[in-house]
Protein backbone atom coordinates (compact mmCIF):
# COMPACT_ATOMS: atom_id res chain seq x y z
CA UNK A 1 0.00 0.00 0.00
CA UNK A 2 1.41 3.57 -1.24
CA UNK A 3 0.10 7.19 -0.74
CA UNK A 4 -0.37 8.86 -4.12
CA UNK A 5 0.37 12.60 -4.10
CA UNK A 6 -0.70 15.52 -6.40
CA UNK A 7 -0.74 18.96 -6.74
CA UNK A 8 2.53 20.07 -6.30
CA UNK A 9 4.00 22.71 -9.31
CA UNK A 10 5.86 25.96 -9.88
CA UNK A 11 3.87 28.45 -7.95
CA UNK A 12 4.67 32.46 -7.27
CA UNK A 13 5.36 34.16 -3.75
CA UNK A 14 1.64 34.60 -2.30
CA UNK A 15 -0.03 32.21 -4.40
CA UNK A 16 -2.06 28.92 -3.73
CA UNK A 17 -1.97 25.42 -4.17
CA UNK A 18 -3.92 22.58 -3.21
CA UNK A 19 -2.30 19.06 -2.66
CA UNK A 20 -3.88 15.94 -2.64
CA UNK A 21 -3.22 12.14 -1.12
CA UNK A 22 -4.86 8.95 -0.98
CA UNK A 23 -3.76 5.05 -1.25
CA UNK A 24 -3.17 3.13 -4.02
CA UNK A 25 -3.67 -0.06 -4.33
CA UNK A 26 -6.26 -2.02 -1.35
CA UNK A 27 -8.16 0.63 0.53
CA UNK A 28 -6.91 0.31 4.43
CA UNK A 29 -8.58 2.52 6.89
CA UNK A 30 -6.25 4.91 8.31
CA UNK A 31 -6.21 6.98 11.72
CA UNK A 32 -4.10 10.49 11.81
CA UNK A 33 -3.46 11.82 8.05
CA UNK A 34 -0.61 14.62 8.00
CA UNK A 35 2.16 16.39 5.99
CA UNK A 36 5.65 16.76 6.12
CA UNK A 37 7.91 18.59 3.86
CA UNK A 38 12.00 18.31 3.53
CA UNK A 39 14.01 21.13 1.33
CA UNK A 40 17.33 20.47 0.30
CA UNK A 41 19.94 19.93 3.07
CA UNK A 42 17.12 19.65 5.93
CA UNK A 43 15.41 17.57 7.43
CA UNK A 44 11.95 16.58 6.74
CA UNK A 45 9.89 18.54 9.10
CA UNK A 46 6.31 18.27 10.45
CA UNK A 47 3.43 20.58 8.24
CA UNK A 48 0.11 19.44 9.50
CA UNK A 49 -1.65 16.96 10.98
CA UNK A 50 -5.41 16.09 10.83
CA UNK A 51 -7.58 13.28 12.94
CA UNK A 52 -9.39 10.13 11.97
CA UNK A 53 -12.54 12.76 12.18
CA UNK A 54 -11.33 15.40 10.42
CA UNK A 55 -11.97 17.70 13.71
CA UNK A 56 -8.53 18.05 15.16
CA UNK A 57 -6.24 19.63 13.08
CA UNK A 58 -2.61 21.11 14.40
CA UNK A 59 -0.32 22.71 12.35
CA UNK A 60 3.38 23.55 12.32
CA UNK A 61 3.83 27.29 13.53
CA UNK A 62 5.71 28.34 10.32
CA UNK A 63 2.25 27.32 8.07
CA UNK A 64 -0.44 28.23 11.01
CA UNK A 65 -3.35 30.40 9.43
CA UNK A 66 -1.86 30.08 5.83
CA UNK A 67 -2.04 26.27 5.62
CA UNK A 68 -5.27 24.34 5.85
CA UNK A 69 -5.11 20.48 6.22
CA UNK A 70 -9.06 18.55 5.77
CA UNK A 71 -9.44 15.18 4.93
CA UNK A 72 -12.64 13.42 3.12
CA UNK A 73 -13.19 10.00 4.78
CA UNK A 74 -15.40 8.43 1.93
CA UNK A 75 -12.50 9.04 -0.21
CA UNK A 76 -10.03 8.29 2.27
CA UNK A 77 -8.32 11.37 1.06
CA UNK A 78 -6.22 14.15 2.67
CA UNK A 79 -5.95 17.72 1.28
CA UNK A 80 -3.50 20.93 2.02
CA UNK A 81 -4.63 23.72 1.18
CA UNK A 82 -1.31 26.07 0.94
CA UNK A 83 -2.12 29.59 0.99
CA UNK A 84 0.29 33.04 1.35
CA UNK A 85 3.09 30.88 0.05
CA UNK A 86 6.37 32.32 0.27
CA UNK A 87 9.82 31.18 -1.14
CA UNK A 88 11.07 29.18 2.32
CA UNK A 89 7.61 26.96 1.52
CA UNK A 90 9.46 25.59 -1.12
CA UNK A 91 10.20 21.75 -0.51
CA UNK A 92 9.13 18.21 -1.54
CA UNK A 93 5.58 17.64 0.65
CA UNK A 94 5.05 13.84 1.65
CA UNK A 95 2.16 12.93 2.49
CA UNK A 96 1.74 10.29 5.71
CA UNK A 97 -0.36 8.00 7.51
CA UNK A 98 -1.25 5.50 10.22
CA UNK A 99 -3.23 2.64 10.85
CA UNK A 100 -3.08 3.45 14.62
CA UNK A 101 -4.68 5.41 17.57
CA UNK A 102 -1.52 7.86 18.89
CA UNK A 103 -1.42 11.28 20.40
CA UNK A 104 1.98 11.49 19.08
CA UNK A 105 2.13 13.36 15.64
CA UNK A 106 4.95 15.47 15.08
CA UNK A 107 7.63 12.93 14.39
CA UNK A 108 8.32 10.87 11.27
CA UNK A 109 8.11 7.81 13.07
CA UNK A 110 4.60 8.49 14.28
CA UNK A 111 3.58 6.94 10.91
CA UNK A 112 3.88 3.69 9.03
CA UNK A 113 2.71 4.62 4.98
CA UNK A 114 4.37 7.65 3.19
CA UNK A 115 3.90 9.12 -0.31
CA UNK A 116 6.31 9.17 -2.61
CA UNK A 117 6.33 13.62 -2.66
CA UNK A 118 5.45 16.15 -4.74
CA UNK A 119 7.48 19.54 -5.47
CA UNK A 120 6.75 22.51 -4.44
CA UNK A 121 8.48 25.66 -5.84
CA UNK A 122 8.08 29.41 -4.88
CA UNK A 123 9.07 31.78 -7.27
CA UNK A 124 9.96 35.32 -4.84
Known amino acids: VQLVESGGGLVQAGGSLRLSCAPS????????MGWFRQAPGKEREFVAV????????YYADSVKGRFTISRDNAKNTVYLQMSSLKPEDAAVYYC??????????????????WGQGTQVTVSS
Open 25 to 32: GPTFTTAA
Open 96 to 113: AARTYYSTSYYYTGDYDY
Open 50 to 57: VSTSGRTT
